[in-house]
């Protein structure tokens, strides 16, 4: 039973191309985020949305675009990757109700060659 | 300085230690505090949320010191499963997460 499930696994890709990453709760949480774990294992926050509203921008250059058509699901899609957009790409999920405790899915590991 | 602080270790510890790591926030508005767990490759997953009272789950206990502004966790009677990354989580308003750099934990048989 899977509660916050991320599309694909990996992703092996070009510079220049334009991808998506997909992401689905199914824990009924009001708010998902978008983080970029890099190689020093450092997690950063990149967008977070609240019933489908952004509420956080964190700087990140406007290549990458998250979308929420609905509660349950928020998507980044990233045009013309470069080098340093490899990293691992988690999301999360959280809400009030629950003390506001993250819940990330697995992650998409992001390979730009 | 860092929003949060984190000692990234490694701590290597034979089992059936005790290890405490601590963690240090600089934002004083901070209002929730959690301690997560990342084991190599894969997601954080919660280990637990800290109360300003402390909290104690099993081996784990945690603790959070406002006024100096740091909270700490104590793992007792370590076990070889115990060896990970532990990841201090400060928020910043009611939707912003600042994770530490992760403490790396190493129990050895």
């Known amino acids: 039973d899977t509660a916050v499930s991320q599309t694909p696994k990996y992703l092996v890709t070009q510079m220049g191309n334009d991808k998506s990453i997909k992401c689905e709760q199914n824990?009924?949480?009001?708010?998902m985020y978008w983080y970029k774990q890099d190689s020093k294992k450092f997690l950063k926050i990149m967008f977070s949305?609240?019933?489908?509203?952004?509420?956080i921008n964190e700087t990140v250059p406007n290549r990458f675009s998250p979308k929420s058509p609905d509660k349950a699901h928020l998507n980044l899609h990233i045009n013309s990757l470069e080098l340093g957009d490899s990293a691992v790409y988690f999301c999360?999920?959280?809400?009030?109700?629950?003390?506001?405790?993250?819940?990330f899915g697995p992650g998409t590991r992001l390979t730009v060659t | 300085r860092k929003e949060v602080e984190q000692d990234p270790g490694p701590f290597n510890v034979p089992e059936g230690a005790t290890v405490a790591f601590n963690c240090t926030y600089s934002?004083?508005?901070?209002?929730?505090f959690f301690w997560y767990r990342q084991d190599c490759r894969k997601e954080p997953k919660l280990l637990m949320s800290?109360?300003?009272s402390g909290n104690e789950d099993g081996r784990f206990t945690a603790q959070l010191n406002r006024a100096s502004q740091y909270i700490s966790l104590l793992i007792r009677d370590s076990k070889l499963s115990d060896s990970a990354t532990y990841l201090c989580?400060?928020?910043?308003?009611?939707?912003?997460?600042?994770f530490g750099t992760g403490t790396r934990l190493k129990v050895l048989a």
């Open positions: 949305y609240n019933n489908k509203e952004l509420i």
């Open positions: 999360a999920s959280s809400d009030r109700d629950n003390s506001y405790e993250q819940y």
């Open positions: 989580v400060v928020t910043s308003g009611t939707y912003k997460y600042i």
């Open positions: 824990l009924g949480h009001d708010t």
């Open positions: 934002n004083s508005a901070s209002q929730s």
């Open positions: 800290v109360y300003s």
